[in-house]
């Protein structure tokens, strides 16, 4: 009874203090009150505004012959693998970028990295401001094939400018071989028989989806790429042939080619190759030099500049939790195209092999 006769003093003191520390923290509440309204407000209003995020699929469509392309004349809020959203427009052809063909100093051909995966419109290298004006020709999982198919329709427009063909290492030689990508059917190069050449199949494009497993794709097809294995071999070969016929289209269309290569500098491609490799039976022979060397030896025999990426970029270059091209990085290619641009004049598209290869030495140091 005492216990409590004592506590009931101090339980009244502690009321009254708690009492009194709501009425002293009741002007910040009421402060913080609008504060709160307001910001759900913007995050309702931000939900209706902003489109909804939709996958990467839902901005391509079938395309005859090459499987498919962009949508055109779209804006819209992309998820990427991660389900990081990124906004992109796309022109009235479906290419990313507000620039054209006709009036660019450079046209890019290529897969995601060419249409600028996973950046918004303003940092895309397409877009940055700058002297020389480039247009690129892109979509997310085209494979070279693609590339040199836009090309051949794309040829009357190429005339007097350059033409960089961006190749991504990590999966482009491979897909140059295989007819479809994942549920889609993909244009590719069958491999030449006993003194024949090779070819690009397309009969088989059409809109169905595809329902053979042809892909191999991921890290250990890259692995297999730098090994001394048959993969290896079928790529480069479809490589080379590829590199010629986009050689002898630019040549004849008046415009200049140029290869350039993109690696796997990414954290995360870092780490997926590591993981890879610790389980691959060709990781005593795994060389990631060999599609630089094979490029580059292609090249050379065609006297075409090459231009590795290896050389100018680094992991701040890329996206944290993506294998794509940071801001960073899409700065830095669009300053090297720039110079590359500048350096092999418009107006004299039949440039000696020499002096085209002392360019890409150049670019390469």
């Known amino acids: 009874m005492r216990n409590k006769a004592l506590n009931a003093p101090r339980m009244l003191v502690g009321a009254v203090a708690g009492i009194i520390g709501v009425i002293l923290a009741l002007p910040a509440i009421l402060l913080l ?9 913007v995050r309702l209003f931000r939900r209706v505004l902003e489109p909804k995020p939709i996958p990467w699929e839902e901005i391509i469509e079938y395309a005859p012959e090459v499987g498919w392309k962009p949508k055109a004349g779209i804006s819209a809020h992309v998820l990427n693998f991660n389900r990081d959203t990124w906004q992109l427009t796309t022109d009235s052809d479906g290419w990313r970028g507000t620039g054209s063909v006709e009036k660019a100093d450079a046209v890019v051909f290529g897969d995601s990295y060419a249409f600028g995966y996973g950046v918004d419109d303003e940092a895309f290298f397409g877009d940055l401001p700058g002297d020389v004006r480039i247009k690129s020709i892109g979509s997310p ?3 070279l094939v693609h590339s040199l198919l836009w090309m051949e329709r794309m040829a009357p427009q190429l005339k007097g400018k350059l033409v960089v063909w961006l190749v991504y290492n990590g999966n482009d030689l491979a897909d140059n071989v295989h007819p479809a990508q994942n549920q889609y059917r993909s244009p590719f190069v069958r491999l030449a028989a006993v003194d024949s050449e090779c070819e690009i199949v397309t009969e088989h494009v059409d809109s169905s989806p595809w329902t053979l497993n042809s892909r191999e794709g991921g890290m250990a097809a890259f692995i297999e790429l730098c090994s001394p294995t048959e993969q290896s071999r079928r790529a480069f070969e479809a490589c080379d042939f590829l590199i010629r016929r986009a050689n002898d289209v630019c040549r004849e269309a008046g415009a200049r080619l140029v290869v350039m290569s993109i690696p796997d500098l990414s954290h995360v491609a870092c780490l997926a190759l590591a993981r890879e490799l610790g389980k691959s039976q060709h990781a005593a022979h795994f060389d990631e030099d060999v599609p630089d060397r094979e490029l580059k030896a292609i090249c050379d ?5 090459f231009v590795p990426l290896a050389a100018h970029m ?5 996206l944290e939790r993506d294998f794509h091209w940071s801001p960073r990085g899409h700065r830095k290619v669009a ?8 350096d092999m004049p418009v107006s004299d598209p039949t440039s000696s092999a020499t002096r085209q290869q002392s360019i890409a030495r150049e670019a390469s140091a």
């Open 141 to 143: 999982a085209y494979s």
């Open 335 to 342: 300053e090297l195209i720039a110079k590359l641009s500048r």
């Open 301 to 305: 025999r065609e006297g075409l500049p």
């Open 314 to 318: 680094d992991a701040a270059d890329y």
């Open 33 to 41: 009150i609008p504060i709160w309204w307001i910001d759900s407000l």
